[in-house]
């Protein structure tokens, strides 16, 4: 068995079940802790693309990842009598090789290929830890108290354990203006295979249906350059603040409305990224959206997730459990492909969601001329050089 073999995880998502694989595979014993009572559900698609491609294929979850994948054909721009105003195909975004899956069945295809051999245990958090020599002192909301060797934040944007040992949130989050909803609602608003979006200044609502799904997602995003004092765990303020903005507009987006805030896998966060200037600190460390979120809008949270936990495990293997040699390794291996993906956002955002206008006219001119698509495409589709 490897030195400091005794690893907790806190987020029971994309990064944490991939680096539990990873960990359990070289010998390591994991423990992940999530606070959600089961794995959770929701969200769009997710791109696997480039060397996340690849990592999914060694841990032998490529076929199922490939059975679940999505079928988006086109992204359609509406108006409000929901006639195609612009549009592209979906090859735009994604090449030949990469994969799009639903957030929650990646997740549970994680889930699914570790629950058998790793300590998963929903439905608490990690309340302090205290690092001492040796080990790292943990106690749990749930009142219960461990001893773990080292201690993974994969607890997202709002990470607890970033906050508690390495930087404090306001520190962490660079706020890109806009905040994304998101929660399932009738297929029949979507049209089988393409993602419909309606405009107005500074907001978009959606409908994201895949064609080999049946079920649809409305999707909400809108320009808000505050840092807004929301509650992540109440979802009832969550959906106050949703309807705020946006119940006034037209399309289908009343509807749109009433049936996302009524999941009750319904998502609300700021699209913001992770910058810090170390992801770890003695023996505790960050992997994925905790350590270096990149958006939505980069396209590549998921496949930075699976990317950072593979590096992440193959360090500490490397370094036999020497968390000193193997965190530093790890992100120095990392930091240049994040730091790429991190600059790739802002003209995702300029057209996503323009802010005025003219901004939604131009876009639309722009997409019918064809003179948007390589914009889009050098965007979303990182070259192998620009994912190293
Ligand atoms: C419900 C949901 C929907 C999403 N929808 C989209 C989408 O549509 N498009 C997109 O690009 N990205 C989406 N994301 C983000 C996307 O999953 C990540 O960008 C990416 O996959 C990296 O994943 P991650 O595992 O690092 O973080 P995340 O996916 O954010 O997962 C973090 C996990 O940690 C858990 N957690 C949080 N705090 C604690 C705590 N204190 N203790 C224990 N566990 C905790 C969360 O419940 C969650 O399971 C979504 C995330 C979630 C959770």
New binding site residues.
């Given amino acids: 068995m490897p030195n400091n073999s005794r690893i907790l995880i806190?987020?029971?998502?994309?990064?944490?079940p991939a680096l539990a694989y990873w960990l359990r595979r070289n010998g390591f014993q994991p423990t992940v802790?999530?606070?959600?009572p089961a794995p959770?559900t929701?969200?769009?698609g997710?791109d696997i693309r480039g060397e996340s491609v690849r990592i999914a294929g060694l841990m032998g979850i490529l076929p199922r990842i490939r059975e679940r994948a999505t079928d988006i054909r086109a992204l359609t721009f509406v108006d409000a009598a929901n006639h195609r105003v612009a549009g592209m195909p979906n090859s735009t975004f994604n090449a030949a090789d990469d994969i799009e899956i639903m957030?929650?069945d990646l997740a549970e295809v994680l889930y699914e290929a570790t629950a058998d051999d790793v300590d998963y245990r929903f439905g608490d958090?990690?309340h302090s830890l205290v690092q001492r020599q040796g080990a790292v002192e943990v106690a749990f909301d749930s009142g219960r108290t461990a001893e773990f060797d080292l201690v993974v934040g994969?607890?997202?944007?709002?990470?607890?354990v970033r906050n508690l040992a390495i930087t404090p949130e306001a520190d962490a989050l660079h706020h890109l203006g806009l905040y994304f909803a998101?929660g399932q609602v009738d297929p029949e608003h979507g049209r089988p295979g393409e993602v419909a979006l309606y405009n107005t200044p500074g907001k978009v609502a959606g409908v994201y249906r895949s064609a080999a799904h049946d079920i649809a997602t409305g999707?909400f995003m809108l320009r808000e350059p505050r840092v807004l004092d929301i509650d992540y765990r109440d979802q009832d303020a969550q959906k106050a603040l949703l309807r705020g903005y946006f119940e006034t507009e037209s399309w289908q987006v009343p509807e749109l409305l009433a049936q996302a805030t009524s999941d009750p896998?319904f998502?609300l966060d700021a699209v913001s990224q992770v910058r810090i200037p170390r992801w770890s600190a003695g023996r505790v460390t960050l992997?994925?959206?905790?350590g270096y979120?990149a958006t939505?809008l980069s396209g590549a949270?998921?496949a930075?997730?699976l990317e950072g936990a593979h590096r992440l495990a193959t360090e500490l293997t490397a370094a036999d459990g020497d968390h000193r040699i193997a965190f530093d390794r790890y992100e120095a291996g990392l930091r240049p492909t994040v730091a790429k993906r991190q600059r790739s956002v802002h003209a995702g955002s300029a057209m996503l969601v323009p802010a005025s206008r003219p901004g939604i006219w131009l876009r639309n001119q722009l997409t019918r001329l064809l003179l948007l698509q390589p914009l889009a495409a050098k965007v979303f589709q990182p070259t192998p050089a620009a994912a190293a």
């Fill in positions: 806190s987020g029971a998502s994309i990064a944490g802790i999530e606070r959600a959770r929701g969200g769009n997710v957030r929650g958090s990690i994969a607890d997202g944007l709002h990470s607890r998101l999707f896998g998502y992997v994925g959206d905790a979120c939505l949270g998921a930075l997730a």
